[in-house]
């Protein structure tokens, strides 16, 4: 498989999710290549990737080639200071996001996965129709990073594969991947995944930071599957 080298899920889904969006931003294009040299593609091979998987509206080969050679040429000589700087911990990445967010309080989202996207809706969030086989939306959505949905739109699709929470200026989220902190974020809404992690919401905005096999801050633009999706559950 072309993606094989990437061991996490997620981050596999964060790449497909920069090759299949239309309009890919300039910064998302020059991660992509900086993340696939980082797991161990060369060049050839990412460039091979994107040639064969990206939706891009305008693609240009040859300049796509010329700017995946420079990201590479940069990433070796700037290599080693990134070795050199600490990497964030769990306690870093909590302190972060609670300093940013204030506590949303308890949630009581219904079982129905419908009745669910309408009250996430109501109390300001996002929501998405997950995506039968992907932790992203069924449809492309980037256009609702910056104007919601309607409520009509959200009562007309599809929600049998589970939902997905968009974070905007308003709510952000933390993406933990162990357990054990649920009473750190007490005063939160908090949901568990299938994987034994947790999501908290909060009432705020947060710069995107993500600390490989720690968890994730989500701020404007990215997303979290949420309750009541098959495999998640919130704390009671």
Known sequence: MLLDKI?????????????????PSHKQRLWLVGFLNYVGYNLPEILRIIDSENRWKGYDKEKTAYQASSVITGKRQTR?????????????????????????????????????????????????????????????????????????????????NGLCLLANDKFSFIDIDTSGYEQVFKDYHVEFTPRGGLHAFGLGAVKSVNVENVGELKGKGTLIVAYPTKGYHAKE
């Open 7 to 23: 061991i996490s899920d997620r981050k596999r889904e964060d790449v497909l999710d920069v090759l299949h969006a239309v309009h």
């Open 80 to 160: 080693r200071d990134r070795r050199d700087k600490p990497a964030m911990t769990i306690d870093d990445l909590i302190k972060t996001f609670m300093s940013n967010t204030k506590p949303t309080g308890r949630l009581t989202v219904p079982s129905t996965i419908l009745w669910a996207a309408v009250y996430y809706y109501l109390e300001g969030y996002i929501p998405l129709p997950k995506d039968k086989d992907a932790k992203r939306p069924m449809f492309n959505w980037k256009q609702y990073q910056e104007k919601p949905p309607t409520l009509e739109e959200v009562m007309s699709w599809d929600w049998s």
